[in-house]
């Protein structure tokens, strides 16, 4: 019978015996995206030069090239448990680079084609009166941020105390069961959706043809509502619930629970959920066409008449280029560059705001 040799008394065991070295997985990577972009690049010299290089397609090849190598490398100089291993941390950055690769190619789009038209007079004129180049979208920005604001105002209050009633007191009855099942629905419908149902009540009750912005906010209230309500309710139910009975032992009332222990502990996700909440209206254009319309001027007033946002003024720009289209399709990129900039500045002042209102830790 065999038996196995014991190590020599004081003698050091090695971990990390049969492993790759840390930056060995590096140099694979450098090697594989050196061959494909080598290759891309002589493709592209080839046709039509450099500028026809293909990027995504050189990485997507060299992580496929990288999973290759690191494999064969593995199997020859670890072991076959080891192989699999990274294999599977190779197809798990694989898909982590395709879901990145759209994003950054979309930002990249937008900041290259619109960053020609970030200047001073896009940012303080309106489109009246202007024909050809030049111009701006301050009355774009400003619709923008009123129909959104007054939105908010409408949504979070009905979709967090919807929220605080499904969790709180609907206790799974006959009632919280069927508006969870209208909530699901409304977050499936089309947009346009929403601005038809607003337009279509408007005009029973006002007349046909009308539009303003204060419709338009009601419609992308319709579309947020949901959206609040879903957040808040799953974030309201993480909350533990001995700090409730512990609010319960003290003899607080159980509204007064809510308000101090319950919303103050979840504030930060509410926040959060709002911040989503409005991500998905902002950039809308079929509802605020039917319902907010479009103007040339600035318009302050959501009550009387139309108002321009700035996803309508992307739209417009493109579908109705006129006399100058290298200067309308430059308008369109710049505003959609600035729509992306005020997302990035509400998500940063939610985060302001959440960490200042969230508990604080001793």
Same mark, same amino acid.
Request: aromatic letters at 20%; zero cysteines; proline letters at 0%.
């Given at each position: 019978m065999t038996t196995a040799t014991a190590a020599p008394s004081g003698a050091p065991v090695s971990l990390t015996a049969n492993r790759l070295p840390g930056w060995s997985i590096w140099a694979v990577v450098g090697v594989a995206f050196a061959i494909s972009f080598a290759v891309f690049a002589i493709v592209a010299l080839g046709n039509d030069g450099l500028g026809s $290089? !293909? $990027?995504a397609g050189a990485v997507i090849v060299g992580m496929l090239l990288y999973i290759a190598f690191v494999v064969v490398l593995s199997l020859v100089a670890e072991s076959r448990r080891h192989a699999m291993d990274r294999l599977m941390t190779g197809l798990v950055c694989t898909a982590f680079v395709l879901a990145v690769l759209p994003l950054v190619s979309l930002l990249w789009t937008v900041v290259s084609d619109g960053i020609v038209r970030f200047d001073a007079e896009f940012f303080t004129y309106s489109m009246r009166n202007v024909v050809g180049e030049g111009g701006g979208i301050v009355h774009a920005m400003w619709?923008? *941020? *009123?129909i959104t604001l007054m939105a908010t105002v409408i949504s979070v209050p009905i979709g967090l105390m919807t929220s605080i009633y499904l969790v709180e007191y609907g206790n799974g009855g006959k009632t919280a069961k069927a508006i969870t099942f209208f909530v699901d629905v409304m977050t499936g419908i089309p947009s346009i959706v929403a601005g038809l149902f607003i337009y279509s009540v408007f005009a029973l009750l006002i007349g046909p043809g009308i539009s303003m912005g $204060?419709?338009?906010s009601l419609a992308l209230s319709v579309l947020m509502i949901p959206v609040v309500v879903r957040g808040s309710?799953? *974030?309201?139910r993480i909350v533990p619930n001995e700090l409730r009975e512990a609010s319960y032992a003290l003899g607080v009332p159980k509204w007064l629970t809510i308000l101090k222990v319950v919303l103050p502990t979840s504030? &930060?996700?509410i926040v959060t959920s709002v911040m989503l909440a409005i991500a998905r209206v902002i950039g809308e254009t079929a509802p605020l066409l039917l319902t907010a319309g479009m103007t040339m001027g600035l318009n302050l007033n *959501? $009550?009387?008449g139309q108002m321009m946002t700035l996803p309508v003024f &992307?739209? !417009?720009e493109y579908m109705n280029q006129g006399t100058t289209p290298e200067a309308s399709v430059s308008n369109a990129w710049g505003a959609a560059l &600035?729509?992306?900039l005020i997302v990035m500045v509400l998500n940063l002042v939610a985060r302001l705001i959440a960490k200042f209102f969230a508990p604080k830790s001793r």
């Open positions: $290089f !293909n $990027f619709g923008t *941020l *009123l $204060f419709m338009g309710e799953e *974030l309201l504030i &930060a996700g *959501l $009550f009387d &992307a739209y !417009n &600035a729509l992306i």
